[in-house]
Structures are given as C-alpha cells and as structure tokens.
C-alpha cells in the first residue's frame, strides 16, 4: 500500500511506484519524489554496517574525480574566503579537504561519524551533499535543516543519481541499495526550489547546484 504521506511534501495523493521483493518504492503525484516508507527502512544500526564497508578516501584518486563534477563548478561560485558546511560527510571527509585547499573553511557534520551539533547552529555561505539526499529518512526535516543553515544568497550544492522514468526504476541498480530510501528526479529538485525560493543549476546527469535567493520574497 502507498504510504499515507509524502515526507518531502506532505501531499496524500501517493501511488505505487515500483514493488520487488525486498521493498516498495511510492511516487508522491505532486513533488514525484519515489520513496520507500519507514516500515521498510533499515535501523540504524544496520545503515551504519553498511556505511562502515565504504573505502572513499581523499588518496583515491577515483574519488576525487568524483566529487570533483560537483566541487568544481560549484568553487567557481564562491567569493573568497567562504565558510561552508560539508553535511553528511561519512568517515572519510574528502569533500571538505578539496575546499580547504581552495581557501574556504569547512566544517562537517554527520549522525554516524561526525556529530557535532554545535554545527548546525549556525549559518552558511555553501553547503554540500554528496551521496547523502538518498538517504534522508525525512526529507522535509532534513531539507528544513539545509536551508536554515544557509544564508540568503548561499549555496546549496548535491549530488544523487536521478529518477528518469519507472522502466529505467525498475532496472536501477541504485535502487538496490538497502540505505537508498528517497529518489529524486529533475522536477522533484525544481519543485524544491521553487519550495526552498532557489535558482537551480544541473551540472552533468548527477550533480545539482542550488543558490537561495537573497531576497526570500523574489522568486
């Protein structure tokens, strides 16, 4: 059965996306974020054993060249000198040396690996997600959290795989993951920014480049 909500929305008008035999998958009809209801999701405890397997590195090269389609253009924005936030960051914060050594101050945060509370208490000029949308239990509350962070004017910079269709869904192996529990598609990221009062900038098939509007009344 479709959960009763969207978590990224709200809305109740949900169907059934895709179902295989381990989960569900719900399409909310007004955001179109493809979701996995919580009855199905991991405990934490068995997210983290997952997460503890993963070997990325700021020595792997490969990794770089990863995280490099979003950190790249997404440096070419920022002024001098700018304070950002590398949320979700995982054991191995590579993202966050790639910016220190362009200038910027970073500080990280993740629930599993780096808690630090104090910050997310207060605002910044960039934040980055890579890898980490896909795994918003709650979207809405973690979206929330995002764009209290950032300032007007900020950046807000992702990266995640997209939704294209229920054909190529039913095929995705980034399905497959069992931490992967919200899926996002290009409409699903431009009703965020109208939402969020953002511009919106798609860099490659992967990468999202979200600027909060200075003003939150000028759309």
Request: charged share 20%; aromatic share 12%.
């Amino acid at each position: 059965m479709p959960a009763p909500s969207c978590p990224l929305c709200n809305s109740p008008d949900t169907h059934l996306y895709h179902s295989d035999a381990k989960r569900d998958y719900t399409q909310c009809r007004q955001c179109l974020l493809v979701y996995v209801a919580c009855s199905q999701h991991l405990s934490p405890s068995q997210e983290k054993a997952i997460y503890d397997l993963h070997q990325n590195t700021i020595d792997d090269p490969g990794y770089i060249e990863f995280l490099s389609r979003l950190a790249k253009p997404l440096l070419r924005k920022l002024p001098n000198n700018s304070v950002g936030l590398d949320y979700g960051c995982g054991p191995g914060p590579a993202l966050a040396e790639l910016f220190k050594a362009r200038g910027h101050r970073i500080n990280v945060y993740d629930p599993f690996y780096a808690d630090f509370p104090e910050h997310l208490q207060r605002t910044y000029d960039f934040i980055v997600c890579t890898e980490v949308v896909e795994h918003f239990r709650t979207p809405k509350r973690e979206f929330d959290t995002l764009f209290r962070l950032l300032k007007p004017g900020g950046w807000l910079g992702i990266m995640t795989k997209l939704v294209i269709d229920a054909e190529a869904f039913a095929k995705w192996h980034y399905k497959n993951d069992q931490t992967h529990i919200a899926f996002f598609s290009r409409p699903t990221f431009h009703w965020l920014a109208a939402h969020y009062h953002c511009q919106i900038e798609f860099i490659g098939n992967d990468a999202i480049i979200l600027q909060r509007n200075p003003d939150p009344y000028n759309n």
